[in-house]
């Protein structure tokens, strides 16, 4: 995010940095935006082999971005293009990789055995106890066995941003 001084004390808004009004003691809160991250959005596009052995094997979302970083989500755009049949109702869920405890749905069973297309904007909620989550990827497992038979595809649109823990 890209801020701006606000004239009379230096507050951290929205906007443009003004230069002119960075001090030493003001450093450390611009240095706390800087290092919350800017939004990036990754696209994932699945085929109907990777999404059958999604119980079995999952795939990576966005790979760990090194020590003393966070990958926090913001919101998921879910596609699924129906073929011509559907999956077994199961539901794919997103997690960090190494912690498994911290998984969220996100595609549920409906949309998965739907005889049609669909897409769901999702806001992704992780319920669980604190757990360390640094220097950890996101990746996509399935709940169970979505059936070798479904044919549709998936395209899968995350936002997040990187934090820089200091």
């Given at each position: 995010?890209?801020?701006?001084?606000?004239?009379?004390?230096?507050?951290?808004?929205?906007?443009?940095?003004?230069?002119?009004k960075v001090t030493a003691a003001n450093m450390n809160e611009i240095k706390s935006v800087v290092n919350a991250g800017i939004n990036s959005t990754a696209k994932v596009s699945l085929d109907a082999t990777q999404i059958a052995a999604l119980n079995i094997t999952p795939v990576d979302l966005v790979v760990a971005q090194g020590?003393?970083?966070?990958?926090?989500?913001?919101?998921?755009?879910?596609?699924?293009?129906?073929?011509?049949?559907?999956?077994?109702?199961?539901?794919?869920?997103?997690?960090?990789?190494?912690?498994?405890?911290?998984?969220?749905?996100?595609?549920?069973?409906?949309?998965?055995?739907?005889?049609?297309?669909?897409?769901?904007?999702?806001?992704?909620?992780?319920?669980?106890?604190?757990?360390?989550?640094?220097?950890?990827?996101?990746?996509?497992?399935?709940?169970?066995?979505?059936?070798?038979?479904?044919?549709?595809?998936?395209?899968?649109?995350?936002?997040?941003?990187?934090?820089?823990?200091?």
């Amino acid at each position: 995010m890209i801020t701006y001084a606000d004239k009379e004390a230096f507050k951290v808004r929205p906007g443009i940095v003004d230069t002119q009004k960075v001090t030493a003691a003001n450093m450390n809160e611009i240095k706390s935006v800087v290092n919350a991250g800017i939004n990036s959005t990754a696209k994932v596009s699945l085929d109907a082999t990777q999404i059958a052995a999604l119980n079995i094997t999952p795939v990576d979302l966005v790979v760990a971005q090194g020590a003393n970083t966070i990958i926090e989500i913001s919101r998921c755009l879910v596609v699924y293009n129906y073929g011509t049949q559907p999956y077994n109702a199961e539901s794919i869920n997103l997690r960090y990789s190494t912690n498994p405890l911290l998984t969220a749905t996100l595609v549920s069973s409906p949309i998965m055995s739907a005889t049609e297309s669909r897409y769901q904007p999702l806001s992704i909620s992780f319920f669980s106890p604190l757990t360390d989550i640094t220097n950890d990827g996101l990746e996509l497992i399935a709940s169970g066995d979505l059936g070798a038979t479904g044919d549709g595809t998936l395209d899968l649109y995350i936002t997040y941003r990187v934090i820089t823990l200091t």
